[in-house]
């Protein structure tokens, strides 16, 4: 079975262009996250889908972030324009909405991560 | 303060020894954790959830103490291909992942 996968795995762009990210989640998962990690600091979360609806976007920084998930199947990331703070690693996560694990059977949250697209704005 | 403290090491151990990570959260509503192993340039990959009751995984054990807000993971035997960054991750009620910093670990011949 296919994981997580993100197109491109790497993009070199510069300051003011526009880029978009691409993630196809594991099939069948209905939860699709996007989180980022930039230079020295811990992965961050940035947002949420159920489906095709945004279930929580606390994390996205601002307004030039855009996300979508039309159809509920792939999602893309877009940053419009980009700026130098924006270099880092952009992950994707998928998830079934809970998976019995463990002793006793506890239900939790499994997300599978693609291996990420690595930003690079000059 | 971050939600979820590591050490970042890095923790350089030969072959075979024992090595233990620590993490400590400040998120009291956190419900579940897990410890995810991550290589270099690689996605985050599950290695296992950790319980309050403690759970084993061949060479690998985990702990949740809920009262001190402290999580655990030990490696025994230690093996080369042990080698990563081991991150700690908290999961609240809204899916949303929290993760620590990492620690690096480098398993030496």
């Known amino acids: 079975e296919a994981g997580v996968t993100q197109f491109p795995s790497h993009s070199v762009i510069e300051k003011g262009q526009t880029v978009t990210l691409r993630c196809d989640p594991i099939?069948?998962?209905?939860?699709l996250y996007w989180y980022r990690r930039v230079m020295g600091k811990e992965i961050k979360f940035l947002l949420h889908?159920?489906?095709?609806?945004?279930?929580?976007e606390s994390g996205m920084p601002n307004n030039r972030f855009l996300a979508e998930r039309t159809g509920g199947t792939y999602s893309t990331l877009k940053v419009q324009p980009a700026e130098l703070e924006d270099s880092g690693v952009y992950f994707c996560?998928?998830?079934?909405?809970?998976?019995?694990?463990?002793?006793?059977?506890?239900?939790?949250?499994?997300?599978?991560f693609g291996a990420g697209t690595r930003l690079s704005v000059l | 303060r971050k939600e979820v403290e590591q050490d970042p090491g890095p923790f350089n151990v030969p072959e075979g020894a024992t090595v233990a990570f620590n993490c400590t959260y400040s998120?009291?509503?956190?419900?579940?954790f897990f410890w995810y192993r991550q290589d270099c340039r690689k996605e985050p990959k599950l290695l296992m959830s950790?319980?309050?009751s403690g759970n084993e995984d061949g060479r690998f054990t985990a702990q949740l103490n809920r009262a001190s807000q402290y999580i655990s993971l030990l490696i025994r035997d230690s093996k080369l291909s042990d080698s990563a960054t081991y991150l700690c991750v908290g999961n609240n009620a809204g899916n949303m992942l929290t993760f620590g910093g990492g620690t690096r670990l480098m398993v030496k011949p």
């Open positions: 998120n009291s509503a956190s419900q579940s």
């Open positions: 996560a998928s998830s079934q909405d809970w998976e019995l694990a463990g002793p006793g059977g506890a239900a939790k949250n499994i997300q599978y």
């Open positions: 950790v319980y309050s």
């Open positions: 099939s069948g998962h209905d939860n």
């Open positions: 889908f159920v489906k095709e609806s945004k279930q929580d």
